[in-house]
């Protein structure tokens, strides 16, 4: 930041789901080590409902406005009606969930505050996660530049765009068939069983036409100008993709990640997120852990990914068969969570194989896979879990089950060459709809990614590969690093230029008086 400019003013305003949330106070932290002051607008309950057990609050974040113990950040909260929401006392919220009328209206109910919070602090530029479309609206309104904070990398967005263009998938005979996803440089294969619901169902128009010129522009108004989208990945990652993004010119795409690893995140991590303090049991196994380095497998399916009670059974086998050491991670709210008996039986496959350690609830996943222990991680291809694999350099067993994590899955498998899928067939948030991955094909993955074969062999050089490429972008110089500079500057140039602005107005004001 230039020498006597006055520091930049980011505003944040994360989606209240860990995987929105998490990866925005890591932009967050990115801006304050670049100079920036950033405030981060947490959404808080206002009712003593579901605001303990969504996982909005997995993200660490301070408890009390202003705070600044949190890697440097600063907190506001708004009252968020999580009741109103549909989101009921003690529920983890299914991802579907957030999607629904009641949910969407408690999320807009927060859009006036948010205003007068623009109004009394006036910052320099509107950081909002794309789901949340008033931000850039009200952004727009006050002639607030603003950005949005994609979820996802840019292979995803390529491929979504081009499957809601041309519906490839409306060409074949049977949801199970494999469509070619055309116009891509890679050949991906997709069935229309799984694609995310919001491009085979009838979406909500309006909200939709919202999203889209929030992107634009912010629809507002007031001159405010969209700066574009923030995207967790790095251009050597998915060059081809990224580079479509930009062609297509419409946003610019400012390619900063992966953003877990950076400095400013670990700081973060370390001063604010109490959940991993919290659950010290998994980095304490793994620090005991004798085997070689890199021979453990970590499994882990996001805040949301739930299987069944015979799924888990399933997978449990499959880790007996494979015979590798892991650390498996269970979501708080599984089915039957809270039935000793079938805990019991899971344990006692683990204990039968002798080799891993179950973790019920909140593992810091981050730190985990970043452990000389863990060489392979399975995971459900969230894309913040796909960036964090791909940074600590592990090989992936590909395992998606909802939202764009089929999309993903290919990027892992047949773009970057890290994956090796169990053969997930079904797209549902409902576990039960999902259909059974049988304990051989996940014992069969697993292998493929932590064997001693040269396939396996050549899978995990690779994701060494990719993470020494993701260390480069982000260190000095390097591509991620280059972007989040420009992007500062180019917000200090709309804030110099506004202040510039003003003074030749003033001074025009004073000439006629
Ligand atoms: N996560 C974690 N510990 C857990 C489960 C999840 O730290 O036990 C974090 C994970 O590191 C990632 C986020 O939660 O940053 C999940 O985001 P992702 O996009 O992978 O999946 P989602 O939860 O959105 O489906």
Request: proline letters at 6%.
């Amino acid at each position: 930041m230039a020498a006597n400019a006055a520091p930049l003013h980011v505003f944040f305003l994360p989606f209240p789901a860990a995987g929105h949330s998490i990866p925005m106070l890591n932009v967050a932290a990115l801006f304050t080590s670049r100079g920036a002051t950033s405030t981060v607008v947490l959404l808080r309950a206002n009712d003593d409902s579901a605001d303990s057990t969504s996982n909005s609050n997995r993200c660490g974040g301070g408890d009390n406005d202003d705070n600044d113990d949190n890697g440097g950040l600063r907190f506001l909260s708004l009252p968020f009606s999580y009741a109103a929401a549909g989101i009921a006392e003690g529920e983890v919220p299914l991802p579907s969930a957030y999607a629904t009328p009641e949910f969407e209206a408690a999320l807009d109910a927060v859009g006036e505050p948010f205003l007068e919070l623009l109004k009394a602090h006036r910052p320099d530029c509107v950081v909002a996660d794309l789901q949340i479309p008033f931000a850039a609206e009200h952004a727009a309104a006050l002639a607030i530049p603003h950005l949005t904070l994609q979820v996802t990398c840019a292979f995803s967005l390529i491929v979504m765009g081009i499957i809601n263009h041309a519906k490839p998938h409306l060409g074949v005979a049977s949801p199970s068939e494999p469509f070619v996803v055309p116009g891509l440089p890679h050949r991906i294969e997709l069935t229309p069983a799984q694609l995310p619901s919001h491009l085979t169902a009838p979406v909500a128009a309006e909200r939709n036409r919202r999203i889209l010129a929030a992107q634009r522009g912010g629809g507002g108004g007031g001159g405010g100008c969209s700066l574009g989208m923030i995207l967790n990945t790095f251009r050597a990652l998915e060059p081809a993709y990224v580079d479509m993004l930009r062609r297509a010119g419409r946003f610019s795409a400012w390619c900063v990640g992966p953003i877990s690893s950076s400095a400013a995140a670990r700081r973060r991590r370390r001063n604010g997120d109490r959940s991993a303090a919290a659950d010290g049991e998994c980095l304490r196994w793994l620090d005991r852990y004798e085997g070689p380095p890199g021979s453990v497998l970590f499994l882990c399916f996001g805040s949301q990914g739930r299987f069944t009670r015979a799924q888990r059974r399933e997978l449990a086998r499959g880790l007996a068969i494979a015979s590798v050491p892991f650390v498996w991670v269970v979501n708080k709210g599984e089915e039957d969570d809270d039935d000793e008996e079938e805990e019991e039986e899971e344990e006692r496959i683990v204990r039968v194989s002798g080799l891993g350690l179950v973790v019920r609830g909140w593992a810091p996943q981050v730190e985990a896979l970043a452990h000389p222990a863990v060489g392979g991680f399975a995971t459900h291809c969230g894309w913040n879990s796909c960036a964090e694999g791909i940074a600590a350099g592990a090989a992936m067993v590909t395992w998606p089950l909802y939202a764009e994590q089929f999309v993903n899955e290919r990027l892992l498998v047949d773009v970057v060459g890290t994956g090796a899928p169990v053969g997930a067939r079904v797209w549902s948030d409902r576990a039960e709809e999902r259909g059974l991955v049988a304990a051989e094909a996940v014992a069969a993955a697993i292998s493929r990614v932590m064997g001693d074969g040269a396939e396996a062999e050549g899978r995990r050089r690779r994701a060494r590969e990719i993470a020494e490429e993701a260390r480069r972008a982000v260190a000095e110089g390097g591509t991620a690093s280059d972007d989040m500079a420009w992007l500062v500057a180019e917000i200090l140039r709309i804030k110099e230029e506004k202040k510039k602005k003003m003074e030749e107005e003033e001074e025009e004001e004073e000439e006629k008086m």
